[in-house]
Structure formats: C-alpha cells, structure tokens
C-alpha cells in the first residue's frame, strides 16, 4: 500500500537519519504487524509553510492515488507570525488534497499536530517568548483539528509529548531545536494506533494495492 507524506522539517526530519523520520518509524512498525505499507513517498522540505508544500505539491503532479496520506504543517506559518485565519484557510486547503490524493477516502488520511518548539533550547537561545508560541501554536492546532473532525480525517496530538519530553537532550537533534529520532518514535506510538485502526478496516473492494 503506498504511502504519500506532506510536511516540512518535521516530516523531512531535519538532522536525523532517513530511517528516523517519523513517517518511515510508522510504515516500519505497521509492516511488523502486518499491515503492507511501503515507505513513503515525502514531499517536505525544512522551513515550508502552508502555501510553500501546497506550491511543491502544484510543481510534483501528477502525483496519482495513494493507500495512506499524513499531513503536519502549520509551525513555519507561526514562526513566521502569520495569521491563524490565513493558516486555517490554507490548511483546510491541504487536508482536501490530502484525501483526494487518497482516492477521496479521508478515513486514509492522518494529521499530526504541530509541536510546540517553543520548549526547546534554541527558542531560549533567540529570546523568543515560550509563553506566547504555547498560546499561537494552541491556536493553530485548534483550528487544524475542528477543521479534521468537519471532514472525518484523524488527528493525532503529538504536542503534549513535545512539550512534557521536548526539552530533553536525547530528544532533540544536535541543532537544539528539532527532534532526535527518539522524540519521533514517541510521535509514531501516538499515530500508530489511529493508523493501525485505520488501515485495517478494509473499504469497497478490500485494501487499496496501489
């Protein structure tokens, strides 16, 4: 079954080893179970907002029909102090995409909430206010998760961990402010469950082969 993942730094993984990305963890894991899912096809690069990996995705089409979609964007957007409303719309924008890249099922699309880098050595370093990234990336999240509950897609809150665990020296790469491999695997137990659920329900005509 393949797989199409859409992101940025955080599905890239920025600074760790391919094998670390959390998308990859995820397909690893679920083929240990059982469920045949490849690895994935990633469209994301570090730094991507909203309406940059919807320009990526614009300039890779055609992109065909995937088994399985996950989507986490949004922190560049709140890096750079953009509107909710604006994120909200452009999200809303991408989810669409995302279940029509698999074949119009939304019960075949994931979303990950974004992490809160607001804990992170980096953000005490720029003098960032962690108070404030906390309250924009609350905001930001709220929005992504009313707009999933409206169109039937999962959505898997991995903030709490990055909050609770993201401080930690062992999770977090060398740059201080993305995860290590190890904060991912804590990522891809929160989504394995709900992608486990979900893609052993088979749909009209059985499970997607393609």
Do not use: K
Request: net charge negative.
């Amino acid at each position: 079954m393949s797989y199409l993942a859409l992101g940025d730094s955080y599905t890239i993984g920025e600074s760790v080893p391919e094998a670390g990305r959390w998308p990859l963890q995820l397909a690893r894991t679920l083929r240990a179970e059982g469920i045949p899912l490849a690895d994935p096809h990633i469209i994301a690069v570090t730094g991507w907002t909203t309406d940059e990996l919807s320009a990526a995705i614009d300039a890779a089409e055609p992109l065909g029909t995937y088994g399985f979609v996950s989507l986490l964007v949004g922190v560049n957007n709140q890096y750079r102090g953009r509107d909710v409303d604006d994120y909200r719309e452009q999200f809303a924008a991408l989810l669409q995409r995302a279940i029509g890249f698999a074949g119009g099922r939304a019960d075949r699309v994931l979303v990950l909430s974004i992490p809160d880098w607001g804990v992170t050595p980096f953000a005490a370093q720029s003098g960032r206010d962690p108070a404030r990234i906390a309250r924009e990336l609350d905001a930001y999240n709220d929005a992504a998760a009313r707009v999933c509950a409206a169109h039937g897609v999962a959505f898997v809150d991995i903030t709490a961990v990055s909050r609770a665990r993201g401080a930690e020296a062992d999770m977090l790469a060398e740059d201080g402010l993305h995860p290590s491999a190890a904060m991912y695997t804590e990522w891809t137990q929160l989504a394995l469950p709900v992608a486990r659920q979900r893609l052993s329900l088979s749909g009209p005509g059985g499970m997607p082969g393609n």
